[in-house]
């Protein structure tokens, strides 16, 4: 256990707290996409076809809600023979993390499987990160998650997956598992990309390729990937004195633009249709689609247990 490591870190780092929310120039006004993410914009989400695969009901022990699994094809895209999962962070509802998901799924051109990391409030939700990261304690979420995961792998899928902020805990949580278990998977079978992650480990598993990016004076990010770089084990690339952590308002477009990486990282090749694209596109069979302006309220109530 970490604790008071972690309360140092906390004390040392607090005072970019007020950064949280504070943009860089540039941030809102990329080319690609504009103004994504920002809460009171419905404009892409409209747009954006969303079949609701699943929703677990099993609950752990500890009683938590586990994640509803959107998928989010905007155009039906292909699926480029990988299949990308997107985990959100911290006090992130269904319509931002729909919102973070069709984000990406636009600037990427791939289908996106969105593992919503449901919010049940500050409080909760940081103390998920405690238990997770402090106490090293496998999270509901993150072994639900898991079990996707290895589905995936286990029927030859390239996995591809991108973590924010807490999201990049859960993500370490995820290489944990599969070292408890010994995994040693081919090459390019699985890629992770965590941004603004609070992660402060990052087990090793053979052939895992893994990218960091953080905001300079984000507060998540420096209490978490920032302050444990050398134990990434993998780059992490920072964007010096930018600000902000939300994922659409203050990194995407960085990313998209190289900011981070000089155009050099593997992520900013995906973010700029770098790599081939399969013929086919994926389909689903059985599966309804629903427009999330057809019922922005309604959505993630309805019982799935059906598609099990």
Request: glycine share 8%.
């Amino acid at each position: 256990m970490n604790i008071k490591r972690d309360l140092q870190l906390l004390l040392q780092e607090a005072r970019y707290l007020p950064y949280l929310g504070l943009s860089n120039p540039g941030d809102l006004n990329a080319d690609r996409p504009r103004d994504l993410g920002r809460r009171n914009r419905t404009q892409l989400a409209r747009a954006v076809d969303i079949a609701k695969l699943v929703s677990l009901g099993d609950s752990l022990s500890s009683g938590l809600q586990l994640e509803d699994v959107y998928y989010i094809n905007h155009d039906r895209h292909a699926n480029a023979g990988e299949k990308w999962m997107f985990i959100n962070g911290i006090m992130t509802d269904r319509h931002t993390a729909y919102n973070n998901g069709a984000a990406l799924n636009q600037m990427l051109g791939r289908p996106i499987y969105v593992f919503h990391n449901p919010t049940h409030g500050i409080s909760r939700d940081l103390a998920e990160c405690i238990f997770a990261r402090t106490f090293d304690h496998y999270s509901a979420i993150a072994t639900s998650i898991f079990r996707h995961l290895a589905a995936y792998l286990s029927a030859g899928e390239r996995v591809r997956i991108v973590a924010h902020s807490q999201g990049g805990i859960i993500a370490s949580t995820l290489l944990k598992l599969m070292a408890d278990r010994g995994w040693c998977l081919d090459q390019g079978a699985l890629e992770i990309f965590t941004i603004a992650g609070a992660q402060d480990e990052w087990p090793h598993i053979p052939n895992v390729y893994a990218e960091h990016f953080a905001n300079e004076r984000d507060f998540v990010a420096r209490i978490g990937v920032i302050a444990f770089s050398e134990e990434m084990q993998s780059p992490v690339h920072t964007r010096p004195d930018a600000t902000g952590h939300l994922l659409n308002d203050h990194y995407l477009g960085a990313l998209a633009r190289g900011d981070y990486c000089g155009g050099k990282s593997k992520l900013f090749g995906y973010l700029n249709r770098e790599s081939p694209v399969a013929e086919k596109v994926e389909t689903l069979v059985g599966v309804p689609e629903c427009r999330l302006a057809d019922a922005p309220e309604g959505i993630g109530s309805e019982d799935h247990s059906h598609f099990l």
